[in-house]
């Protein structure tokens, strides 16, 4: 793997100055804020646009550095704290959400681990969508992220289809991988039987009848009975529009890919909400385990399909023995460091 190296560092500039930059016949624009750097990562078309404004906040704890890079039409942010010596801990969100969906849990990791969250392009703050989204694009997306903070390999943590988009990581490029944990989804090369598929067919066909804003609601309430947490989803819904939400689920679905004899090939973590009514995930949750000879599986109690912040407390500490059982076992370098806002 070709290392990040910098191209450029560039002055403080005034608000509204654009800098634009070629690379490989393509224009990109950046919006100069203070002390900016960017950086040529090893993956094609992609620049980072690093904000050197972390350091200790009002409580004297290290805060999360943003950053971005631009990669097939997507400004992908991303959000970075704690040593490089550590091991790196990424956490992908779900469909609809955004990085904020681990709010509850990237200051507990990031007291041992390095911790990077980023926003799947076209949510959150990673617009525009750019190429339209698949499961390959965005596992790609996933990769240039490790090469831009110069990662060799990561424990990847998902929720939903962020689960699905670190199984996809795991099957094409699975020595990049040290561990995963997989929260409230599918296994992407599972065999569907004909009435799962007629299933699945009969609620995209409902969902494209739906009214946009009846449809945000609604998954909300499906997702979390907590109405903090429903408020929370139907903001980060609004975010995608309307045409890039209703070709989520679908698009997920047309992207699994049955490979028979298939088995995880790192230890990995599955998760689901004791509540979690999302198609059939709790169902299929026990057998997917059974058949993993890596996978440890729990549930989570008084949580739906969000579980990590329906019950935050329970689904912290099952990630945080994980990872202490992983370091133990590899020799990772589990120790303090910062805490986050």
């Not at 989804?185 to 995209?204: D, G, M, P």
Request: neutral net charge; contains cysteine; charged residues 20%.
């Amino acid at each position: 793997m070709e290392e990040t190296n910098i191209v450029d560092e560039l002055p403080s500039a005034k608000n509204g100055t654009l800098c634009a930059l070629s690379s490989k016949g393509f224009c990109t624009r950046f919006l100069l804020e203070p002390k900016v750097r960017l950086f040529r990562a090893s993956r094609s078309s992609t620049f980072i646009r690093q904000n050197e404004d972390s350091g200790p906040n009002e409580n004297g704890v290290e805060m999360m550095q943003s950053s971005e890079i631009v990669r097939e039409g997507s400004t992908l942010r991303f959000w970075l704290t704690g040593s490089a010596e550590r091991p790196l801990v990424v956490f992908t969100h779900g469909a609809g959400a955004d990085h904020r969906e681990w709010r509850d849990t990237l200051d507990v990791v990031a007291k041992e681990f390095r911790v990077m969250c980023w926003d799947v392009r076209g949510h959150g703050q990673s617009q525009p969508e750019g190429s339209p989204f698949t499961l390959a694009r965005a596992t790609e997306d996933l990769l240039a992220l490790l090469d831009a903070v110069g990662a060799k390999k990561a424990i990847l943590v998902g929720h939903s289809m962020g689960g699905n988009i670190v199984q996809e990581v795991i099957f094409r490029a699975p020595e990049r991988v040290q561990a995963a944990v997989l929260l409230g989804c599918t296994s992407n090369t599972q065999r569907f039987s004909r009435a799962e598929r007629w299933l699945a067919h009969i609620i995209l066909s409902t969902m494209k009848l739906y009214p946009y804003k009846l449809l945000l609601r609604q998954s909300a309430g499906m997702f979390s009975t907590c109405p903090e947490v429903c408020a929370y989803l139907r903001e980060a819904f609004e975010q995608v529009s309307e045409t890039e939400f209703r070709a989520l689920i679908p698009q997920l679905l047309k992207d699994l890919h049955e490979e028979p004899g298939y088995k995880i090939p790192v230890p990995f973590l599955l998760l689901h909400g004791a509540n979690d009514n999302s198609g059939n995930i709790r169902k299929l949750a026990p057998k997917w385990a059974h058949a993993e000879p890596q996978c440890e599986y729990t549930v989570i109690p008084n949580a739906g399909h969000i579980a990590n912040m329906d019950n935050p407390q329970v689904f912290n500490q099952l990630l945080l023995d994980f990872l202490h059982r992983l370091t133990a076992l590899q020799g990772l370098p589990g120790q303090p460091g910062a805490n986050l806002p």
